[in-house]
């Protein structure tokens, strides 16, 4: 069997997404030998070039899953224009007005009952309740994405690393959108004015720090891992570091080891604040890695460096033995060495290693 991943481009200047296509299976063969799966689907735009992606060059108007990994707007507005215009049989989505019952107690305004907790999340998250709405219209099943979900039977060889219920309903409370929770403080995730000093890095100088708290929202992402033929794919989404760990232990716990995955997904764009050395040591690997031992894509907007990606992230990836790939306004695409050859589509440049960064 041989598998095929392409990142469509999303985003303008510091406003990335995610707009993934995967089909696995015998690629040589016909359509019912094949599995099609949609991660995420960018912005309206994105997800416009999603349908047409599939229908063209994995010849079909049939996905098999499409999955949503979290319900910021710039991974699930293009999710919908691929429910409205392609066969989606199955939809993987967290829906959080459903766990209105068993968070309610976290919030500071006691007149909150379930069902005005399970509306005002609704409203807050509308972008993500449409899609929600749209699936059950056309009567296509959903099931949440979680580690210990119904999703992890679903799909021979695809598995949700992350987060658990129990985990997704820690986090949901502090979402910025939902009701302020008692426990967090309006400031505790505010924006941090971003550093504009370069430093200078080597070969052997890791400047990447470990990382502050990332979004609430970030963490709730669904982490996915793939595996074809033993060949394993790993897909981050916006997940920061508590998330990685708990699905990295996850998998070790199943017996998976992420550093033998031969592709990886880097979080949210690249950003500094969802990864440092400890998490990249443990799913990547260590400083002094093989070269080209695995590949490593990012979704990152036309404009969007150095933010996204951080040349600090990136070079550190490039340490541990990465081929790092960037969108950055244009489709990318990875296969395996027994997929077919694509028309049009040649060798990526891959991301140069900077010796000067973002402080």
């Not at 599995?35 to 060059?57: A, M, N, P």
């Not at 302020?180 to 995730?189: R, T, V």
């Not at 060798?347 to 402080?359: K, L, M, N, Q």
């Amino acid at each position: 069997m041989g598998y095929e991943i392409d990142f469509l481009p999303v985003g303008q200047g510091e406003k990335s997404g995610d707009a993934i296509a995967i089909r696995y299976g015998n690629l040589s063969g016909s359509r019912a030998e094949q599995t099609v799966i949609v991660i995420d689907g960018g912005t309206l735009d994105s997800g416009e070039r999603l349908v047409k992606h599939v229908q063209e060059h994995y010849g079909t108007d049939v996905v098999n899953l499409q999955v949503s990994t979290h319900p910021d707007v710039d991974h699930v507005s293009g999710s919908r224009v691929v429910l409205e215009n392609l066969q989606v049989k199955r939809l993987w989505m967290p829906r959080p007005w459903n766990h209105a019952g068993k968070i309610r107690e976290a919030f500071a305004d006691g007149r909150i009952t379930n069902d005005s907790l399970s509306k005002r999340i609704q409203e807050a998250l509308g972008t993500a309740y449409e899609l929600e709405e749209m699936a059950i219209r056309q009567g296509i099943p959903i099931s949440e994405p979680f580690s210990d979900g119904a999703a992890n039977s679903q799909f021979p060889g695809l598995w949700v690393l992350g987060p658990s219920s129990d985990y997704y309903r820690e986090l949901l409370p502090q979402f910025d959108k939902t009701p302020l929770a008692k426990s967090l403080s309006e400031s505790l995730f505010g924006r941090v004015a971003e550093a504009v000093k370069s430093v200078a890095e080597g070969w052997n100088i890791e400047t990447l720090a470990e990382p502050p708290e990332t979004r609430p929202e970030n963490n709730s992402s669904a982490i996915l891992l793939l595996q074809v033929d033993g060949r394993r794919l790993l897909f981050t989404a916006d997940a920061g570091v508590p998330a990685l760990e708990r699905a990295a232990g996850f998998a070790e716990h199943n017996g998976v080891n992420l550093q033998t995955c031969v592709f990886q997904q880097i979080p949210h764009h690249g950003s500094r604040r969802n990864v440092g050395p400890s998490i990249l040591n443990r799913i990547v690997g260590p400083i002094g890695a093989a070269s080209g031992s695995k590949t490593v894509f990012v979704s990152a907007s036309a404009g969007g460096a150095p933010k996204h990606p951080a040349r600090k992230v990136t070079n550190a990836y490039l340490r541990r033995g990465a081929n790092v790939v960037a969108t950055q306004g244009s489709a990318i695409w990875h296969r395996s060495s027994d997929a077919p050859a694509r028309w049009g589509y040649g060798p990526a440049t891959p991301v140069p290693f900077y010796p000067e960064v973002d402080e």
